[in-house]
Nanobody, 125 residues
Framework: QVHLAESGGGLGQAGDSLRLSCLAS????????VGWFRQSPGKEREFVAA???????FYADSVKGRFTVSRDNVKNTAYLQMNSLNSEDTAVYYC???????????????????WGQGTQVTVSS
């Protein structure tokens, strides 16, 4: 059973940068694809970015060019570097992992079996 723990959230201003981390334990991290999702009050959870076990990366259009997803399999950690933040990025950010994803469903939160508790990111304008 994979356990995920996010960290790195906080309060920032428009234009700031934050880096989120997702530490995995209890599984073979290198075999898992990791996705980042976010949810703000009154909105559906949405896909942000993902990195496959093969390091292929995927982004939502709203964050492309501003966010970068990466992973360090030695540290069992995935990262989400967020630059040029704006108020629309305010949300609870979740990391998720699964070992059976394909390019066709890596953006689908329902395809992930393992989720972290989330970390709040608040951006003031």
């Amino acid at each position: 059973q994979v356990h995920l723990a996010e960290s790195g959230g906080g309060l920032g201003q428009a234009g700031d940068s934050l880096r989120l981390s997702c530490l995995a334990s209890g599984g073979t991290f290198s075999r898992y694809s990791v996705g980042w999702f976010r949810q703000s009050p009154g909105k559906e959870r949405e896909f942000v970015a993902a990195i496959g076990y093969n390091r292929a990366t995927f982004y939502a259009d709203s964050v492309k060019g501003r966010f970068t997803v990466s992973r360090d399999n030695v540290k069992n950690t995935a990262y989400l570097q967020m630059n040029s933040l704006n108020s629309e990025d305010t949300a609870v950010y979740y990391c998720a992992a699964d070992s059976s994803l394909f390019q066709s469903n890596i953006r689908d939160g329902h395809a992930y079996d393992h989720w972290g508790q989330g970390t709040q990111v608040t951006v003031s304008s």
